[in-house]
């Protein structure tokens, strides 16, 4: 591993924001500040983290209903983000889109998808207009195992290894699709050997590991810039909330839940920083009590903003 120092805590910073982010959404959900719904990404967030810290600035990703971890860590801002949640007129979509509408195109953010599998066909395009304007721009698009046996998959990701286009897909296989355990929709034990059948490079990794993800994405994204074409990478991983917040989550068996809570990717990934020299007990608590400052201004933010008037309901409908 050759990660500079730097680079090792940023990517604690924001595996942090996510946590907390995502815990204060949960909190505020259950209060009724929230209107809508919402998906949480806790247990996840050293994938989102270790792909995103393998992207330039002006790279893109496409995002899913599970958006807000892949939204920080590629820059969005978190109070921005409260206030769309909260349905207020400073929300990224002035509190008309939700959760699964975040976007930031500034920041290459092309946007949470509600849509499953809907971001496959969009990254593919993102990466043929980097390739017609002459850029060497990057996009990564994140998805989930449901994703993947959509037809969007297979029509997306063929098209763009023919063409050889800039795409890293990462799959997140956190073993559930809705309330669905994946060894009732796959014979496959890792699902990155559907890469085969489009003729691109494939890697399985431990998901949780964030330094696991950033080194194999980095290696891909390498190869995107140099025009060699797609790969795609399963990150294993585990989603420790329910498929949305109010899940009683009844499918899942406690063992396995008590199992994945001892792979923590923060937990570890604080360990290791320590055991690295990098970060020490006091630094990592430093961190954590700064993104909590983040986290309460970016609910202050939310709560004292305005709503959007009903009468500006029909403004910036395209469609
Ligand atoms: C085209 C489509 N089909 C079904 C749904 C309903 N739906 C929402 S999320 C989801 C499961 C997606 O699973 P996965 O891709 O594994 O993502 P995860 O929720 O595990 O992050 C389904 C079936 C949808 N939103 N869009
Ligand atoms: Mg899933």
């Known amino acids: 591993m050759n990660i500079e120092k730097d680079r090792l805590i940023d990517m604690y910073r924001t595996m942090v924001r996510i946590r907390q982010f995502e815990e204060r959404v949960s909190k505020e959900f259950a209060s009724g500040n929230i209107p809508g719904f919402v998906h949480l990404y806790i247990g996840e967030e050293a994938s989102g ?29 978190m109070d921005r983000m409260m ?53 060497d721009q990057v996009v990564i698009c994140f998805l989930g195992d449901g994703a993947s046996n959509r037809g969007t998959f297979h029509e997306g990701i ?17 073993l559930y699709a809705e309330k669905t355990r ?13 890469a085969g059948a489009f003729g691109i490079p494939e890697v399985t990794v431990d998901g949780n590991d964030v330094i696991a993800v950033y080194e194999a994405v980095q290696v891909a994204v390498e190869k995107a810039r140099a025009g ?8 294993k991983t585990y ?34 920083l320590a055991d690295m020299g990098v ?10 009590r700064e993104v909590a400052g983040e986290i309460d201004d970016a609910v ?20």
């Open 49 to 77: 983290t270790g792909a995103c810290a393998a992207l330039r600035p002006d790279d893109y990703i496409t995002s899913t209903h599970r958006g807000h971890g892949h939204v920080i860590a590629k820059g969005g801002r």
């Open 83 to 135: 206030a769309e949640l909260f349905g207020k007129k400073t929300g990224y979509c002035k509190g008309k889109g939700g959760s699964m509408h975040i976007a930031d195109t500034d920041l290459g953010i092309l946007g949470a998808n509600g849509i499953v599998g809907a971001g496959i066909p969009l990254a593919g395009g993102a990466a043929l207009s980097a390739r017609m304007r002459g850029t």
């Open 158 to 174: 063929n098209l763009a290894a023919v063409w050889q286009l800039p795409v890293v897909y990462v799959l997140e296989n956190n």
């Open 182 to 194: 994946i060894s009732d929709t796959y014979k496959l034990t890792n699902l990155s050997d559907r």
């Open 228 to 235: 060699e074409g797609p790969s795609l990478i399963e990150c």
């Open 239 to 272: 989603r420790i909330h329910g498929h949305f917040e109010g899940d009683p989550q009844t499918y899942k068996p406690a063992e396995e839940v008590e199992e994945w809570k001892k792979k923590d990717p923060i937990d570890n990934f604080r360990k290791r």
């Open 279 to 288: 970060l020490t007990d006091e630094d990592t608590g430093a961190i954590d």
């Open 300 to 319: 202050r933010f939310a709560v004292e903003s305005p709503f959007p008037a009903p009468e500006e309901a029909l403004e910036d409908v395209f469609a």
